[in-house]
């Protein structure tokens, strides 16, 4: 389900949109998608569905499953009349070149938040290391 949140979260960050947002004042919608993506609870197909119903060019199929493209090619936006197969190609390029880079905006995001982890976890040992070697010394 971990995915499932990761491509929510992906969802939201393409679209440029939050749980609010979707929500538009639904206050008991709000504090369901917030417990789900936050991990509190289990994603409910009623929550998929909503996101899905909001954003029709997203595939059910990579939604669910992580299986195929996001953004579904029947639903990228349209040129001038009608798109020639090269036309098409380039609207898909371009939903996978976005998808790829939204992805890697999460990847740094956790990075980020790992580097914070690690300076933190750094900066108590420092401390600690303080600490004992003042005791050490104490002894000496």
Do not use: C
């Not at 982890?117 to 000496?140: A, I, P």
Request: charge should be negative.
């Amino acid at each position: 389900m971990d995915e499932v949140r990761e491509r929510i979260l992906l969802v939201f960050s393409t679209f440029a949109t939050n749980i609010n947002k979707l929500s538009d004042g639904d206050t008991a919608l709000r504090n369901r998608l917030t417990r789900q993506i936050n991990n509190d609870s289990a994603i409910t197909i009623d929550s998929i569905s909503v996101i899905l119903n909001a954003f029709p060019e997203v595939s059910a199929e990579w939604l669910i499953r992580g299986k195929g493209e996001m953004l579904l090619s029947e639903n990228l936006p349209k040129f001038h009349g009608e798109e020639t197969d090269t036309e098409l190609d380039v609207h898909a390029e371009l939903a996978r070149k976005t998808a790829e880079l939204e992805e890697l905006k999460l990847q740094v995001l956790r990075l980020d938040a790992q580097k914070d982890y690690l300076q933190e976890r750094n900066d108590d040992l420092v401390v600690s290391n303080r600490m004992l070697q003042d005791e050490l010394n104490k002894y000496q």
